[in-house]
């Protein structure tokens, strides 16, 4: 907070972390994914940081808002990717790649979503309080999506867990089936904002 650090510098810095855990993952064996999964920690402690940094300093942008998302899309497309490679050069099933391949195709269909429906959308950096307090939908499906964001964020204790147990590539399948899941649900809500 008090260094001359910025808030992208913090993202980039989490992207490298990222993109190293997938890699690390490559290998498959239990060492490298437990390293693997301890890198993938420091990528989430530094995503949070850097929104924290940026509210702070007074450093929000729109620039900063898409470039957190961007790392958080190439990072998971690339240690889902990463991981069912892994897991297939370890079992030697092809089973595990392609649930890595669905895992981040639906990552990729959340994220191309994202970009479509924020290409209006105000940043939180350009509203006031009142429009920030209002702007909260409170239907199911919405309760729905905001919980899956909130698991979302503990996603990397989960992965740590499942490593420390030597399975993490079992993560794999309900990846692969939750990602459709959530961007089947941000198109059906943006759907349902689009046509009332």
């Known amino acids: 907070m008090r260094t001359s650090i910025t808030p992208n510098q913090i993202t980039t810095l989490g992207m490298v972390f990222g993109l190293a ?4 993952c490559i290998k498959g064996d239990y060492f490298s994914m437990l390293i693997g999964a301890c890198l993938f920690l420091i990528c989430y402690v530094l995503d949070n940081c850097d929104g924290e940094i ?26 889902f990717i990463c991981l069912g490679w892994g897991a297939t050069s370890i079992t030697g099933q092809q089973f595990w790649l392609w649930a890595g391949m669905l895992a981040f195709f639906g ?15 105000p940043h939180s950096s350009q509203l006031t309080t009142e429009e920030t307090s209002t702007q909260d939908d409170d239907t ?11 698991i979302r964020s503990d ?29 089947g649900l941000q198109f059906t809500r943006s759907a349902r904002r689009w046509h009332p």
């Open 155 to 183: 996603f990397c204790f989960i992965v740590l867990a499942l490593s420390l147990g030597g399975g993490l590539w079992f993560l794999l399948p309900p990846a692969a089936i939750g990602a459709q899941a959530y961007w």
């Open 21 to 24: 855990a997938g890699l690390v």
């Open 140 to 150: 199911k499906m919405d309760r729905f999506v905001l919980n899956a964001r909130i």
């Open 107 to 121: 990552g990729t269909m959340n994220y191309g979503l994202e970009l479509y429906q924020n290409r209006t959308k």
């Open 54 to 79: 940026a509210r702070i300093k007074d450093m929000r942008s729109i620039l900063g808002m898409r470039y957190d998302t961007f790392v958080d899309w190439i990072v998971h497309a690339v240690f």
